[in-house]
C-alpha cells in the first residue's frame, strides 16, 4: 500500500473510530513517555533507553492520526464533537507530559556529563607525572589529562 493510499484509507474513517485511533494511540504515548520520565528519575538510563523505540513508534503512529484529524478536522467537529474535545483535553496532556519528559532529560544528560567529566579529570590528575621544576614546585603537565574517556552528548 502507497502512502497515499495509507493516507486517504486514514481520512476515509468513521470520525469516531479515527478518533478513537488517536485517543489510543495518545494513551500509549503519553503512556511510555511516562514510565521513561519515571525511570530516569530513579537514575535507570538504560531501562528508560529501552523504551525509545516503542517511544518513537507510538510517536509516529500518533502524528499519522493527528495529521488526519486536522485535514478532517471540519467533518470531525460535526460527526463527533465530544470525541475532538477529548482529543483535544489528551493532547494537552501529552504537551504536558513531553515538556516534563523533555526537563528530566536534560536533568539527566547534565548529570551525566559532570559525572563523566569529573572522573575524566581524577584519571588526568592520577596520572600525572609528579617531578619538581625550576622553581621548586611540582609541575603539571597539561598533556598528562585523562586518555580514553569521551562524553556521549548524544542522550
Known amino acids: 500500500m502507497t502512502a497515499a493510499a495509507r493516507l486517504a484509507a486514514l481520512d476515509a474513517l468513521p470520525a469516531e473510530e479515527l ?3 488517536a485517543e489510543q494511540a495518545l494513551a500509549a504515548l503519553v503512556d511510555v513517555m511516562n514510565q521513561e520520565t519515571t525511570l530516569l528519575r530513579a537514575g535507570h538510563l538504560r531501562q528508560a533507553g529501552q523504551l525509545t523505540p516503542d517511544k518513537t513508534r507510538l510517536a509516529q503512529d ?14 470531525l467537529t460535526v460527526e463527533a464533537p465530544q470525541s475532538m474535545e477529548r482529543l483535544r483535553a489528551g493532547h494537552e496532556s ?4 513531553m515538556a ?3 526537563r528530566v532529560l536534560a536533568t539527566a544528560k547534565t548529570v551525566t556529563e559532570d559525572v563523566l567529566t569529573d572522573v575524566a579529570r581524577m ?16 609541575t603539571a603537565d597539561p598533556n598528562a589529562s585523562a586518555k580514553g574517556i569521551a562524553i556521549n552528548r548524544a542522550l
Do not use: D, K, M, P
Not at 62 to 75: D, E, K, L, M, N
Not at 94 to 97: C, G, P, R, Y
Open 100 to 102: 516534563e519528559n523533555l
Open 62 to 75: 500518533y502524528v499519522g492520526f493527528a495529521r488526519s484529524i486536522q485535514r478532517q478536522a471540519a467533518r
Open 123 to 138: 584519571v588526568g590528575q592520577q596520572n600525572r607525572a609528579r617531578a619538581y621544576g625550576t622553581a621548586g614546585t611540582v
Open 19 to 21: 478518533c478513537n485511533h
Open 94 to 97: 501529552l504537551a504536558t507530559q
